[in-house]
Each structure stands twice: as C-alpha cells, then as structure tokens.
C-alpha cells in the first residue's frame, strides 16, 4: 500500500518561509518522480515544482522561480519544499504526488499516487 504524508504547513506572514515534508512508503521511492502541487480554494490543481528520482533535475512553474526548491533524500524516501519569500497568493492546499519514472510532467492526471495535502496560508 503506497502512502505519502505531508507535514510542515501553517500560517506564515508574507516573505516568510516554510518547509514542507513528504514521507512516502509502499513503493521504491528511488525510481519515483517526486512533485508539488497547489490548490487554492475554487481554483484547479496546478503543477508547483518537481525532481526526478535520482535529484538530477527539477522543474517548476514561473510563479516560484527564485522562491521554492525542492529535494528529496532517498535514504528516507523523503521530499521536501523549501518555500522562501512567500506571497498571500501562495496559499493553498499543497499535495506531493509521485510517478514512476524520470521524464518531465507536469499534469496532476498523470501522477499517480498522492498525500492528503497540507495547508499552508500566506497573510498579508
């Protein structure tokens, strides 16, 4: 059974900086592509940032370029997002999703496991 949890959302002023986790079990999480993504109320899902298996390359959506980083530690079959210089239009559920394999994708549709979200929101 595959599970991914997350944790480290909360309120924070804007500018301010979260670090959010993602434990997963239930797959080798090695050969996973690991990713963010966002919902903001009344607003789809969007793609926020990912990094293939081996960490060798991430990419992410304009809106937090220079801002958030993604990493991931596979000894703890863990990812993480360092959000920095957060805005009030950053507030969302954020929800880490994984895929087998390391090619780019940025549809949620084509991830195939999620964790239940965490809240994080931005107050101006």
């Known amino acids: 059974q595959v599970q991914l949890v997350e944790s480290g959302g909360g309120l924070v002023q804007a500018g301010g900086s979260l670090r959010l986790s993602c434990v997963t079990s239930?797959?080798?999480?090695?050969?996973?592509?690991m990713a963010w993504f966002r919902q903001a109320p009344d607003k789809e899902r969007e793609f926020v940032i990912a990094v293939t298996s081996s960490g060798s390359d991430t990419w992410y959506t304009n809106s937090v370029k220079g801002r958030f980083t993604i990493s991931r530690d596979n000894a703890k079959s863990t990812v993480y997002l360092q959000m920095n210089s957060l805005r009030p239009e950053d507030t969302a559920v954020y929800y880490c999703a994984m895929r087998y394999g390391s090619a780019r994708h940025y549809a949620a549709a084509i991830y195939n496991y999620w964790g239940q979200g965490t809240q994080v929101t931005v107050s101006s």
């Open positions: 239930g797959r080798t999480f090695n050969t996973y592509t």
